[in-house]
């Protein structure tokens, strides 16, 4: 049973305009949920963070709003450029798990010039 | 970045043969990871440390086990090696400030078994 689900494999942005990407949750124990974007060949890279005592944190281009009353989070990318093409993928913690991370399966972003 | 290195970052081996795969540190970071990523599944937890000597399971644990005798090493084991772990493999790290919850990962180690 997946914990934490992304529910759109791929999606396709037009260069400049916003991406936005989604993640749900069913564990209401998690309280730290984090963005991470992945190239192909490489290691997950940290991007953003959010704690569940906030509704949004804002970094850059990127930011992440969460819903608890929904579950739900969502990563902005505003405005989207060709480098941030890559996969995203959503994960949640929770208090006392030793900071283990559970992991969406992934959304692919496309950026089209 | 993160220091972190994966050894080795490909390895080809055949169904029944033991693998180690090596994740090193020079962060002196207490919390490491080992994780594998397939399509469809995202990253899934094998085993994690929480010191040197200290280890749990993660969510899919059977057929792996670790050794960490060292803060800078991590090292997975596959005891005899089957066609449903090749995968790719990655480590992590975790500052394990209190506050925050990020993993720092290294590159990598694509693992086939024939």
């Known amino acids: 049973d997946q914990q934490v689900k992304q529910n759109s494999p791929s999606l396709s942005v037009q260069e400049g305009r916003i991406s936005i990407l989604n993640c749900d949750y069913t564990n209401s124990m998690f309280d730290y949920f984090l963005w991470y974007k992945k190239y192909p060949a490489e290691g997950p890279t940290f991007l953003i963070s959010?704690?569940?005592i906030k509704d949004k944190n804002e970094d850059g281009r990127f930011t992440v709003f969460l819903n608890k009353s929904a579950k739900h989070l969502s990563l902005h990318i505003v405005p989207s450029q060709p480098g941030d093409s890559a996969v995203y993928f959503c994960a949640a913690s929770w208090r006392d798990s030793n900071y283990q991370l559970i992991w969406g399966a992934g959304t692919k972003l496309i950026i089209k010039p | 970045d993160a220091g972190i290195t994966q050894s080795p970052r490909h390895k080809v081996t055949e169904t029944g043969t033991p693998v180690t795969l090596r994740c090193h540190q020079t962060e002196n970071h207490r919390y490491m990871y080992w994780y594998r990523q397939d399509p469809g599944h995202g990253l899934r937890l094998i085993h994690y440390?929480?010191?040197?000597?200290?280890?749990d399971k993660g969510e899919v644990s059977d057929g792996y086990s670790v050794s960490r005798s060292k803060t800078e090493d991590f090292l997975l084991t596959l005891e005899s090696a089957t066609s449903s772990q090749t995968s790719v493999y990655f480590c992590a790290i975790s500052e394990s400030s209190g506050l925050t919850y990020e993993q720092y990962f290294g590159p990598g180690t694509r693992l086939t078994v024939t």
């Open positions: 959010i704690s569940s």
């Open positions: 440390s929480y010191g040197v000597k200290d280890t």
